[in-house]
């Protein structure tokens, strides 16, 4: 059984640049949550999606966008890089509403020079 | 907004003893909160989770207290090994909230 499954595992951008981030939900999960961990730091929430519709936000720019298609996968968007967006970029999948078996991918790691 | 913090950045314990790590979170309305278990390059894994009607749970080897008298979170590993070095997150979720917030981590080094 595949867990959550996050692509690229590692990126390097140019400052200005936009990028995509993509995850896959544990099978059976139906709900996507991203949050950026900066070095040395906790994960922040971004946004969650479900049912393809924003559900929350955290404290993110519009900067942020992000997607869910109707196979629950997902994709985060960030445009006009800028360097304080390096983080590992987490995407965490739950089912419904519930987040007892809120579990996590291994990240990618956004580097923006 | 919501503030989880962790009372000790780094903590270094003798392969067998046990550890204790610590966590304040400022939010009583919190009503459940999770232990992470972070190892360098992978995502957080889930240690151990209590909701706020309970003080004490216990898993294998882990036991979580909580104290919503002074907003207190502590996880306790038992005959810690060196597979445990990692960084640790207590996370918290409000009642109304569908997110987790953060503590900024404490890194556990266990010396052989």
């Known amino acids: 059984d595949a867990g959550v499954t996050q692509s690229p595992t590692h990126l390097i951008k140019t400052r200005g640049q936009q990028v995509t981030l993509r995850c896959s939900p544990k099978s059976g999960h139906d709900t996507v949550s991203w949050y950026q961990q900066a070095l040395g730091q906790g994960p922040q929430f971004i946004f969650q999606?479900?049912?393809?519709?924003?559900?929350q936000r955290g404290n993110f720019p519009d900067r942020f966008s992000g997607h869910q298609f109707p196979n629950y996968s997902s994709e985060l968007n960030v445009n006009a890089l800028l360097l304080g967006d390096s983080a590992l970029y987490l995407c965490?999948?739950?089912?419904?509403?519930?987040?007892?078996?809120?579990?996590f991918g291994s990240g990618t790691r956004l580097t923006v020079v | 907004g919501e503030s989880v913090g962790l009372h000790l950045p780094t903590l270094s314990v003798q392969e067998g003893d046990n550890s204790i790590i610590n966590c304040a979170y400022s939010n009583s309305a919190s009503d459940y909160f999770i232990w992470y278990k972070q190892e360098s390059g992978k995502g957080p894994q889930f240690i151990i989770d209590i909701r706020s009607n309970m003080d004490k749970r216990q898993g294998q080897r882990v036991t979580v207290l909580l104290n919503k008298t002074v907003k207190h979170l502590s996880l306790q590993i038992a005959a810690t090994q060196p597979g445990d070095s990692a960084v640790y997150f207590c996370?918290?979720?409000?009642?109304?909230?569908?997110?987790?917030?953060f503590g900024t981590g404490t890194s556990l080094t266990v010396i052989p």
């Open positions: 999606y479900y049912e393809e519709e924003e559900r």
């Open positions: 996370a918290e979720k409000s009642g109304t909230g569908n997110q987790f917030y």
């Open positions: 965490a999948s739950s089912a419904g509403t519930a987040l007892y078996g809120y579990t």
